[in-house]
């Protein structure tokens, strides 16, 4: 069962999939880093010391864009009742979204961090830490979008309650991924490692929970 739900979520969230809007993150991420430099100016000192916060805020705001798909249309259409009465357990499927939530986004966040660094005249140690960084942190970003997708499912205006609730607790995430930056400091990158595996962990059960208190409601 694990194999046919990860290819289903991943064949409706992935770039060109059945919701057809997944590749928004990857655009907007790049429009960010594009237009940065005509807010700030051509200052190359400038942007190498600010570049790599900026991949981080977009980052962050790109994940935020897919949250209305993850829950809301399968609750609608009855996927987690019938997944139910076949036995699949909530806490696995929202295990399984959250690996296809992250696959969906992350690696392409990656990729685009290249030609992001070009236009925001970040040297090679400082987009090292940028990727490493964000290899850190993106499955604790995707583990906080699928938990208030869960939390917001079923609620008048959830999408846009979700980027607003999704923001400030994503912040220590954002302090130690972006904070090693400055510093060029592992010691962040491995803080954030650990937040993220916290996340990561507890993301099933409460994503979970709220699914069922939506059925029920």
């Given at each position: 069962?694990?194999?046919?739900?990860?290819?289903?979520?991943?064949?409706?969230?992935?770039?060109?999939?059945?919701?057809?809007?997944?590749?928004?993150?990857?655009?907007?991420?790049?429009?960010?880093?594009?237009?940065?430099?005509?807010?700030?100016?051509?200052?190359?000192?400038?942007?190498?010391?600010?570049?790599?916060?900026?991949?981080?805020?977009?980052?962050?705001?790109?994940?935020?864009?897919?949250?209305?798909?993850?829950?809301?249309?399968?609750?609608?259409?009855g996927v987690f009742d019938q997944l139910a009465l076949r036995g699949v357990s909530e806490e696995l499927v929202v295990a399984i979204r959250l690996i296809?939530?992250?696959?969906?986004?992350?690696?392409?966040?990656?990729?685009?961090?290249?030609?992001?660094?070009?236009?925001?005249?970040?040297?090679?140690?400082?987009?090292?830490?940028?990727?490493?960084?964000?290899?850190?942190?993106?499955?604790?970003?995707?583990?906080?979008?699928?938990?208030?997708?869960?939390?917001?499912?079923?609620?008048?205006?959830?999408?846009?309650?979700?980027?607003?609730?999704?923001?400030?607790?994503?912040?220590?995430?954002?302090?130690?991924?972006?904070?090693?930056?400055?510093?060029?400091?592992?010691?962040?990158?491995?803080?954030?490692?650990?937040?993220?595996?916290?996340?990561?962990?507890?993301?099933?059960?409460?994503?979970?929970?709220?699914?069922?208190?939506?059925?029920?409601?």
């Amino acid at each position: 069962m694990i194999g046919p739900l990860l290819k289903r979520d991943l064949a409706t969230l992935m770039p060109g999939g059945r919701s057809g809007g997944s590749v928004l993150p990857l655009l907007f991420f790049l429009a960010v880093a594009m237009l940065f430099p005509f807010a700030v100016g051509p200052d190359a000192p400038t942007l190498l010391k600010t570049g790599g916060g900026v991949i981080w805020v977009a980052a962050l705001l790109a994940s935020i864009l897919p949250l209305d798909r993850l829950i809301q249309p399968d609750l609608d259409a009855g996927v987690f009742d019938q997944l139910a009465l076949r036995g699949v357990s909530e806490e696995l499927v929202v295990a399984i979204r959250l690996i296809a939530h992250w696959l969906s986004f992350a690696p392409f966040l990656l990729v685009a961090c290249f030609p992001a660094a070009a236009l925001l005249n970040l040297d090679g140690p400082a987009l090292h830490f940028v990727l490493i960084g964000l290899i850190a942190g993106t499955p604790g970003l995707a583990a906080i979008g699928v938990t208030i997708a869960a939390l917001t499912a079923g609620l008048r205006g959830g999408a846009a309650l979700s980027g607003l609730l999704l923001i400030p607790l994503a912040v220590p995430v954002l302090i130690f991924g972006a904070g090693a930056l400055e510093r060029q400091d592992y010691g962040a990158v491995a803080l954030c490692a650990a937040i993220s595996l916290v996340l990561v962990a507890i993301t099933p059960f409460a994503g979970a929970a709220a699914i069922r208190a939506a059925r029920e409601g």
